[in-house]
């Protein structure tokens, strides 16, 4: 009784807390699979510039909830409170810590949302990556018991939020710009951001449901608490192996000859958008998965999905098969038939062919 009585205490507050807790603000300003990485502006290379985002397990730092108020500058060069960077783990290969931490964010806001609409006709739109996000309810004939509400609405965060990770990916390949005038295509379904997304997502749900009236601020702390201990749990490795390991894919995952944004920066990429990841590293085996369903064979996606609708910005596409750029609503069903689209198009212009 007395665990009842919390649950649905903490389900009337979710109205007000949603309306005050905001969507993250784009992605965490990280790195491109490499080290040491350099840059140029248009030709003319940037004197004095490399990017050291190798890190170890005990130098990332506070996790913050992406509100947009820590720096770019201060989180590409470790000044605030959280750092980010890649870290090499034995059983799940190279992890990118901001994606972990985005998607994370992203499940924490997202639960909040589904606290509020799950189970009804509702939609929210989120910033525009090339198309305009749209997160969109159905309603649904069944009502949900309090517990269920946690329940479908923290799994349905990490998928959907894993979604707004494939769909960045995808739109990074197309040519997306977040700081103006620097495309990202060097990021682009590199090999160990959407594992590390997916980590961030399942952390964020067993969190909230775990806690599902944890407040900014104990997320906070809960993904410091989470991420380390998965860390340990994917047997993370020493500074030293993680630039190892990096330099002996000089040349085959990556290419130290080249500047950012340079898109070969990035040699060797993963376009697969399963919901059951390997890393590509090929001595870690640890398999990360999200499922499609809830624990009744619901499909999650009849619930809660998200669409991306034409904007202004579908020049970008052009190129695409004529029966996807007569869409104007993308929905996950045609995320891997644009993966495939790009693969194909870098095997024609990769530089090792």
Not at 115 to 127: E, N, R, T
Not at 282 to 288: A, E
């Amino acid at each position: 009784m007395k665990k009842l009585a919390v649950i649905l205490l903490s389900l009337a507050s979710f109205g007000v807390y949603a309306e005050e807790l905001q969507a993250p603000v784009g992605v965490r300003p990280c790195c491109a699979f490499g080290m040491d990485l350099k840059a140029q502006l248009g030709r003319v290379p940037v004197p004095f510039f490399s990017l050291e985002n190798i890190l170890a397990a005990d130098e990332i730092g506070e996790h913050k909830y992406n509100d947009g108020s820590e720096s770019v500058s201060g989180s590409l060069l470790g000044f605030n409170d959280e750092v980010n960077g890649i870290i090499f783990t034995q059983l799940g290969g190279f992890i990118d810590t901001a994606h972990v931490r985005d998607t994370a964010d992203y499940t924490y806001y997202l639960f909040h949302l589904n606290q509020q609409h799950l189970g009804q006709s509702a939609q929210v739109d989120l910033p525009a990556e090339l198309r305009i996000r749209t997160i969109r309810w159905h309603s649904q004939p069944a009502a949900l018991t309090p517990q269920e509400q946690i329940e479908y609405s923290a799994k349905a965060a990490a998928l959907t939020a894993y979604r707004l990770a494939q769909w960045h990916e995808i739109a990074q390949w197309f040519g997306m710009v977040s700081v103006s005038g620097f495309k990202e295509y060097a990021s682009a379904f590199s090999s160990e951001d959407l594992y590390s997304n997916m980590l961030g997502a399942q952390l964020a749900r067993d969190i909230l449901l775990e806690q599902p009236e944890v407040c900014e601020e104990g997320f906070e702390q809960a993904m410091d608490h989470a991420f380390h201990q998965a860390l340990q749990a994917l047997k993370v490795q020493p500074k030293s192996v993680t630039r190892e390991k990096m330099s002996q894919l000089d040349g085959v995952w990556w290419d130290s000859s080249r500047r950012l944004p340079d898109k070969w920066v990035v040699l060797y990429r993963d376009y697969h958008l399963g919901l059951a990841l390997k890393p590509n590293y090929p001595t870690s085996s640890h398999v990360l998965s999200l499922a499609p369903n809830f624990a009744n064979n619901d499909a999650i996606e009849d619930w809660v999905e998200l669409e991306l609708h034409a904007d202004k910005q579908e020049r970008a596409f052009s190129q695409l098969p004529e029966h996807l750029t007569q869409m104007p609503i993308w929905r996950a069903d045609q995320f891997q038939t644009m993966a495939d689209f790009a693969r194909e198009s870098d095997r024609e212009t990769h530089p090792h062919r």
